[in-house]
């Protein structure tokens, strides 16, 4: 159980959210406090009986933060947290899953707009002063969305978003999902993700909106990438782990594939030697398709919400995990 509210200690620990300044709008009465280093979150991790945070977590707070009884994570992802040890601390644990379903669908889309439509090319042309003139090669050309065919790996909340927004270009979407009975949404037909490799000639685009799981790791590998189209696109808003990036750099230069557009890399940035860096036909975007001026707003909303399940002894929160 936590303390009752108004003796509730909370830690807000990230380096550039504005967590703390936007829950303190709510006039909730209850006591916070912000920390924005990993160094000042290990000092004061024991003041508090909840603590917000993301990749600032390290599971040696499970030993040391000794009030805590629930981690409301700031991020979708929780691979950083060790759960069961959580679970035999008796801490609660719950994810800000959804909270950027919209943002990063938003972002997916933009990025294969960006590619199809040659922006990057389109801006490095005006750093340059070139005004390009019109193009005999085809292949060469902005191309169009409508009637494209894009796989989404991953038809959860993003990857249905996703869906939707592409159907509303005229895409055909072909989706992967852990449990197809789940349903195929705005998707034309679903798929159990052991059936990728069987689809993938038949993509323009490939974008990945999944979580990193075992069956997710490399689920783009040489393998993968040797079966897509020369003029097919990947995009990844999942997780970087999710494509084999070594393999990915050599389908690259051996123009195996048309190009990329990555808002994660493993690791992430990239090395400063990485040739995904200078890749002309390549976009990366610094992890950011879920920044959004709302997304504070959203996680305080889960956890307050979360906050008051637990007062009234609720055993189920909202996203749990632990």
Not at 69 to 75: E, G, L, M, N, T
Not at 150 to 159: A, D, F, P, T
Not at 169 to 188: C, H, L
């Amino acid at each position: 159980m936590i303390p009752p509210r108004d003796q509730l200690s909370i830690c807000f620990a990230h380096a550039a959210y504005q967590m703390k300044a936007c829950w303190d709008t709510l006039n909730t009465g209850i006591a916070s406090f912000e920390v924005r280093d990993r160094a000042e979150l290990d000092r004061r991790a024991a003041e508090a009986d909840v603590i917000v945070a993301s990749g600032m977590w390290h599971n040696g707070l499970i030993q040391s933060a000794t009030r805590l009884s629930f981690i409301q994570s700031i991020s979708s992802g929780t691979d950083q947290y060790d759960k069961v040890a959580l679970a035999a601390a008796g801490i609660r644990l719950a994810s800000a899953a959804g909270v950027n379903a919209r943002a990063v669908a938003e972002h997916a889309i933009g990025l294969i707009l960006a590619l199809a439509r040659r922006l990057p090319e389109a801006r490095d042309n005006q750093a340059r002063r070139v005004w390009r003139g019109m193009i005999g090669d085809l292949t060469q050309r902005e191309d169009e969305l409508g009637g494209k065919t894009l796989i989404v790996v991953g038809l959860g909340r993003i990857g249905g978003r996703l869906a939707r927004l592409a159907k509303a270009f005229d895409m055909t979407v072909i989706g992967f999902r852990r449990d197809p009975a789940a349903g195929s949404g705005d998707a034309d037909s679903v798929h159990a993700l052991s059936e990728l490799g069987a689809h993938l000639p038949r993509a323009d685009f490939v974008a990945l909106t999944c979580p990193l799981t075992p069956e997710t790791k490399h689920v783009i590998d040489a393998v993968a990438l040797r079966k897509m189209r020369e003029s097919a696109y990947l995009v990844n808003v999942a997780r970087g782990g999710c494509v084999d990036e070594a393999a990915l750099i050599a389908a690259l230069q051996a123009g195996m594939i048309a190009g990329a557009a990555l808002d994660c890399t493993d690791p992430e940035p990239p090395e400063a030697t990485c040739p995904l860096w200078a890749m002309p036909n390549v976009l990366i975007t610094p992890h950011t398709g879920g920044e959004t001026t709302q997304y504070e707003k959203n996680v305080n909303a889960i956890l307050l919400d979360n906050l008051e399940r637990l007062w009234r002894g609720e055993s189920v929160l909202q996203n749990q995990i632990v």
